[in-house]
């Protein structure tokens, strides 16, 4: 079973740019997870998705925002790039059934803000 | 507002040796509690949830309500044991809030 997959592993982005990051969730999940990994900050969530709308959000400015499609895919958009956005950022994954159900996660993707 | 503490960064123990990480947390309500992991140039895993109430690669983690603390054990550390480890818990939401990460270094 392929388990959850971030694209770009990378991206390298100046400050004032907007940065798109991508995320499959594991085949059958409808709920997806992101969070921010920042040095110092340890693992914050960002925003929660299931069956196509956003359902929470974080403790995070309006700049960060994202969208599920119908396949159950995700985007994270990031706009107006600071430098305290450089993070690692992963998304997660889990059936839609019950919230507390295990999150798988992906190999995150790395951004960096020059 | 709830709230997850681990004390220790870093916890240096030698192989052969037991190993205890501690968490303490804080939550309005039954909460559910797990430990990830997270091996080198690996993926975050899950290692443990207190309501399965199993042993995984030897650790078990026992959640104590008057505490407010679900501490991870192993009676006898190995090498591959060194990771970072994560205790969590999750809301209503399903949103996981983590600690601040538990760094494991097992020496021979």
């Known amino acids: 079973e392929a388990g959850v997959t971030q694209s770009p592993t990378h991206l390298i982005k100046t400050r004032g740019q907007q940065a798109t990051l991508r995320c499959s969730p594991i085949?059958?999940?409808?709920?997806v997870y992101w969070y921010q990994q920042a040095l110092g900050l340890g693992l914050q969530f960002l925003l929660w998705?299931?069956?196509?709308?956003?359902?929470n959000r974080g403790n995070f400015p309006p700049r960060f925002s994202g969208r599920q499609f119908p396949n159950y895919s995700s985007e994270l958009n990031v706009n107006a790039l600071e430098l305290e956005d450089s993070a690692l950022y992963l998304c997660?994954?889990?059936?839609?059934?019950?919230?507390?159900?295990?999150?798988?996660f992906g190999p995150g993707t790395r951004l960096t803000v020059l | 507002a709830q709230r997850v503490t681990q004390p220790e960064k870093l916890l240096s123990v030698f192989k052969g040796a037991p190993v205890e990480l501690k968490c303490n947390y804080s939550?309005?309500?039954?909460?559910?509690l797990f430990w990830y992991v997270q091996y080198s140039r690996q993926r975050l895993q899950l290692l443990l949830r207190?309501?399965s109430r199993e042993s995984i690669k030897g650790f078990t983690a026992d959640l104590n309500k008057g505490e407010t603390s679900f501490h991870l054990k192993k009676p006898f550390a190995q090498e591959e044991d060194s990771a970072m480890y994560y205790c969590?818990?999750?809301?209503?939401?399903?949103?996981?809030?983590f600690g601040a990460g538990t760094q494991v270094v097992v020496t021979p």
């Open positions: 969590a818990l999750t809301d209503s939401w399903g949103k996981l809030q």
């Open positions: 085949s059958g999940h409808t709920s």
């Open positions: 939550y309005s309500g039954s909460p559910e």
């Open positions: 997660a994954s889990r059936p839609g059934q019950h919230s507390t159900d295990t999150q798988y």
């Open positions: 998705y299931d069956e196509g709308e956003e359902r």
């Open positions: 207190h309501i």
